[in-house]
């Protein structure tokens, strides 16, 4: 994801085996949010799209019948998205919004019929429905048909479209679905995870792109800051409208947490400020190293870490806090010659003998405290020192740089 360093990244090798891979990306996946401020009302629901469907004329003469093909709706991009949790409504010629049918339902005026992979019971990149009359002539000429898809479980609207359908089939203009609702013309601020920027940045491209009357920036700065500013807290900078994180809000950071429509009040800097939580993306957590150098090198030599080497790695807590935390200190370090220097060598006589140097991010980053709570004991011991930075840019080349380093 991170356009910069392509070539650097190249050369930073994955240094978990299976045992910290499932741990870290799989069981340990942490979540990205984006917080959308309600100072930007009506900005996210319909402005901030991750889908993109394609509509056009439906196959077929549109007379006085009532059961006529209006349209066909092809969705081009986004994850897949069960029936169950769809709404699509149409609206002919400026009239009353219909809601459609999904697929296999009966009854109604219109009826969703899939087509594409019809095997299931979700809507994925590729396949589509055809917009059929349902027992009511709805179109019996040249008409508009505007098509509403909403996902009902947030009640947003994911794409608005149109299609003009004409007697005899097809559409005699359809610029199909651009997939987002631009909305007026405004600046819409985003900032936060370094995680979730390179998405942030390609969403703000692609929208920007078709919305030209929308202005957009995006910045970094960690989750912290994207949590404090979309709540106008002036310690985290400047007020924006969109916050990203990938962490949970901390409980000093919300006054009650969040209710079953995934809103929360601030708790710090405009306490009169409702965000609500979109979930984007699962983030998977990766710890590398230099390839070819000696933490590479050594780690591939034991097979992978566990995750009690990695605290060990990580962690300020001496060897013997550490043993009297419960880990088993023997078969952590089996090589540990005792001299307070955490050493590759202390894992394994086959490992060179040089410090571990760590590279990490700082304290306003969610990976930062996701791998603190996760790894290390977080009521108790810290990190030890080492190179921190909210960038993860220069956290990729100071590994680069250093092939006894892990991070």
Same mark, same amino acid.
């Given at each position: 994801?991170?356009?910069?360093?392509?070539?650097?990244?190249?050369?930073?090798?994955?240094?978990?085996?299976?045992?910290?891979?499932?741990?870290?990306?799989?069981?340990?996946?942490?979540?990205?949010?984006?917080?959308?401020?309600?100072?930007?009302?009506?900005?996210?629901?319909?402005?901030?799209?991750?889908?993109?469907?394609?509509?056009?004329?439906?196959?077929?003469?549109?007379?006085?019948g009532?059961a006529?093909?209006?349209?066909?709706?092809?969705?081009?991009?986004?994850?897949e998205?069960?029936?169950?949790?769809?709404?699509?409504?149409?609206?002919?010629?400026?009239?009353?919004?219909?809601?459609?049918?999904?697929p296999?339902?009966?009854?109604?005026?219109?009826a969703?019929i899939?087509?594409?992979?019809?095997?299931?019971s979700?809507?994925?990149?590729?396949d589509?429905?055809?917009?059929?009359?349902?027992?009511?002539?709805?179109?019996?000429?040249?008409?508009?048909?505007?098509?509403?898809?909403?996902?009902?479980r947030?009640?947003? =609207?994911?794409? @608005?479209?149109?299609?003009?359908?004409?007697?005899?089939?097809?559409?005699?203009?359809?610029?199909?679905?651009?997939?987002?609702?631009?909305g007026?013309?405004?600046s819409?601020?985003?900032?936060?995870?370094?995680?979730?920027?390179?998405?942030? @940045?390609?969403?703000?491209e692609?929208?920007? @792109?078709a919305?030209?009357?929308?202005?957009?920036?995006?910045?970094?700065?960690?989750?912290?800051?994207?949590?404090?500013?979309?709540?106008?807290?002036?310690a985290?900078?400047?007020?924006?409208?969109?916050?990203?994180?990938?962490?949970?809000?901390?409980a000093?950071?919300?006054?009650d947490?969040?209710?079953?429509?995934?809103?929360?009040?601030?708790?710090?800097?405009?306490?009169?400020?409702?965000?609500?939580?979109?979930v984007?993306?699962?983030?998977?957590?990766?710890?590398?190293?230099?390839?070819?150098?000696?933490?590479?090198?050594?780690?591939?030599?034991?097979g992978?870490?566990?995750?009690?080497?990695?605290?060990?790695?990580?962690?300020?807590?001496?060897d013997?806090?550490?043993?009297?935390?419960?880990?088993?200190?023997?078969?952590? =370090?089996?090589?540990?010659?005792?001299?307070?220097?955490? @050493?590759?060598s202390?894992?394994?006589?086959?490992?060179?003998?040089?410090?571990?140097?760590?590279?990490?991010?700082?304290?306003?980053?969610?990976?930062?405290?996701?791998?603190?709570?996760?790894i290390?004991?977080?009521?108790?011991?810290?990190?030890?020192s080492?190179?921190?930075?909210a960038?993860? *840019?220069?956290?990729?080349?100071?590994?680069?740089?250093?092939? *006894?380093?892990?991070?």
């Amino acid at each position: 994801m991170n356009r910069e360093h392509n070539d650097e990244q190249e050369a930073v090798s994955p240094v978990i085996a299976t045992i910290l891979m499932v741990a870290i990306t799989v069981v340990l996946a942490g979540v990205l949010y984006v917080w959308a401020s309600s100072l930007a009302e009506g900005n996210t629901g319909d402005s901030l799209a991750f889908y993109q469907f394609d509509a056009e004329g439906g196959v077929g003469e549109v007379g006085t019948g009532t059961a006529d093909n209006l349209a066909r709706v092809t969705m081009t991009q986004g994850a897949e998205i069960n029936w169950a949790t769809l709404s699509l409504k149409i609206s002919i010629d400026n009239g009353a919004p219909i809601t459609c049918d999904n697929p296999d339902n009966e009854g109604g005026n219109c009826a969703l019929i899939e087509f594409g992979d019809t095997t299931d019971s979700v809507w994925s990149i590729g396949d589509g429905v055809t917009i059929v009359e349902s027992g009511q002539n709805l179109c019996d000429g040249i008409c508009v048909v505007e098509i509403t898809i909403t996902d009902i479980r947030e009640g947003r =609207v994911i794409d @608005e479209s149109s299609t003009v359908v004409q007697s005899n089939g097809g559409s005699s203009s359809s610029g199909g679905s651009t997939g987002i609702a631009c909305g007026p013309a405004q600046s819409i601020s985003i900032a936060g995870s370094s995680t979730v920027l390179p998405l942030a @940045e390609a969403w703000a491209e692609e929208f920007t @792109e078709a919305c030209s009357d929308v202005s957009i920036t995006v910045e970094g700065g960690g989750s912290s800051a994207g949590a404090g500013r979309v709540c106008a807290n002036s310690a985290k900078g400047t007020p924006v409208n969109i916050g990203d994180m990938s962490r949970n809000w901390k409980a000093t950071e919300t006054q009650d947490g969040i209710d079953s429509n995934g809103q929360l009040e601030c708790g710090v800097g405009d306490t009169s400020i409702t965000v609500t939580q979109l979930v984007v993306a699962v983030d998977g957590l990766s710890v590398v190293a230099k390839k070819g150098g000696n933490a590479d090198t050594c780690i591939n030599n034991l097979g992978g870490l566990t995750t009690a080497q990695l605290r060990w790695v990580f962690s300020a807590e001496s060897d013997s806090d550490l043993n009297s935390a419960g880990l088993d200190m023997s078969s952590v =370090v089996p090589n540990n010659d005792n001299d307070n220097t955490k @050493e590759w060598s202390d894992l394994s006589s086959d490992c060179a003998s040089v410090e571990i140097p760590i590279k990490y991010p700082d304290a306003d980053s969610g990976t930062y405290d996701y791998f603190y709570d996760v790894i290390l004991d977080y009521a108790t011991e810290g990190f030890r020192s080492g190179t921190q930075s909210a960038d993860d *840019n220069v956290l990729v080349n100071a590994l680069v740089a250093d092939g *006894n380093a892990i991070g």
